[in-house]
């Protein structure tokens, strides 16, 4: 089974709370650009991530708001910044990781800050009409720095857009670009793809 | 069979004639420690490397001097840099990316810039010894990001200390860590190991 790439670069998602706290009272975030998942679009708001040891600017803030702010970041990141993030799905937030956003107005310090496990976006229909009957499932990469990713996470909703989500270390690693066309080789619990 | 993984961070090689630019006449490197292939170690100079996109400071030079000069980068610098190195064996310089090298005294505009191949130093002793009948070999890596890198490359020399090199962009996707254990799969053409 075939899958579209979708790169994520660091970026975070806010709560109405803190997204008035960091932009001011009343704001609003502004829509760039659609995202392939439903609901989802690039503001055109951009924070700073912050921590003892270091900073990273220019971090997006991705809409629409949510009731939890996340801070996904790679562990290129995290060796820059200082931090241990746990790789986690998105909304699994216990005990993540700590940092300070700083927007235009105000900063917050927050966790929420985590690494995104690999993902597919999958409906429950295209799950069963695909014969993915497993919660995790492996990707073969061609190309130089080819090879083969486990612990990949069919995140089921409905709606969805199918597609992979790799973070930038496992894009930068193998070489991989947006819109690569890449397989899907069966469960992690099958020999025969390991 | 096992094998001890060591990280690669970015780092240059330098000739003689390029040493003397950079750090003046006569100038001779300092080993701060010895790495663990033979003659090889870490000095205690650093060069800036520049592009008219972006610089990156503080990089290692790694000696002995070489009769060619060779910069190691990974992908991700090379995103930062503006580059497009090819994956390559050490030494297979032919066509790499050109990249200006800043030292304390002087500057060099060079090419040689590269993204080292994943490999593995190796004797031929061992190499035979270890039922490896082949060029390039598969390793297996655990976790919760991990999975299968292709295309390791057996690399072989005499004398040479045994252990899987990989750059910062593979290490960083796959959580690994310098002295990580690693298992090697076999040859990229068993269909059982990929």
Same mark, same amino acid.
């Given at each position: 089974?075939?899958?579209?790439?979708?790169?994520?670069?660091?970026?975070?998602?806010?709560?109405?709370?803190?997204?008035?706290?960091?932009?001011?009272?009343?704001?609003?975030?502004?829509?760039?650009?659609?995202?392939?998942?439903?609901?989802?679009?690039?503001?055109?708001?951009?924070?700073?991530?912050?921590?003892?040891?270091?900073? /990273?600017? =220019? $971090?997006?803030?991705?809409?629409?708001?949510?009731? %939890?702010?996340?801070?996904?970041?790679?562990?290129? +990141? *995290?060796?820059?910044?200082?931090?241990?993030?746990?790789?986690?799905?998105?909304?699994?937030?216990?005990?993540?990781?700590?940092?300070?956003?700083?927007?235009?107005?105000?900063?917050?310090?927050?966790?929420?800050?985590?690494?995104?496990?690999?993902?597919?976006?999958?409906?429950?229909?295209?799950?069963?009409?695909?014969?993915?009957?497993?919660?995790?499932?492996?990707?073969?990469?061609?190309?130089?720095?080819?090879?083969? /990713?486990? =612990? $990949?996470?069919?995140?089921?909703?409905?709606?969805? %857009?199918?597609?992979?989500?790799?973070?930038?270390? +496992? *894009?930068?690693?193998?070489?991989?670009?947006?819109?690569?066309?890449?397989?899907?080789?069966?469960?992690?619990?099958?020999?025969?793809?390991?």
């Amino acid at each position: 089974m075939k899958v579209v790439l979708g790169i994520s670069n660091r970026h975070v998602h806010l709560t109405k709370e803190h997204l008035e706290i960091l932009f001011g009272k009343g704001f609003e975030l502004t829509k760039v650009k659609d995202l392939n998942q439903p609901t989802q679009f690039m503001s055109s708001s951009k924070v700073t991530l912050k921590t003892p040891k270091s900073f /990273i600017e =220019n $971090v997006r803030v991705i809409g629409e708001l949510r009731d %939890y702010t996340q801070i996904e970041i790679s562990k290129t +990141d *995290a060796y820059k910044l200082g931090l241990n993030p746990p790789v986690r799905d998105s909304g699994d937030i216990d005990n993540s990781e700590t940092i300070t956003i700083v927007g235009p107005i105000g900063e917050i310090n927050t966790t929420g800050c985590i690494i995104a496990d690999r993902h597919i976006h999958i409906t429950s229909k295209q799950k069963e009409l695909y014969g993915l009957n497993t919660e995790y499932v492996s990707v073969l990469i061609g190309g130089e720095k080819g090879g083969i /990713i486990s =612990n $990949v996470h069919l995140k089921v909703s409905d709606p969805a %857009y199918y597609e992979l989500h790799l973070d930038t270390d +496992d *894009a930068n690693a193998f070489l991989l670009h947006n819109g690569d066309v890449l397989e899907i080789l069966g469960t992690n619990n099958d020999s025969q793809n390991m």
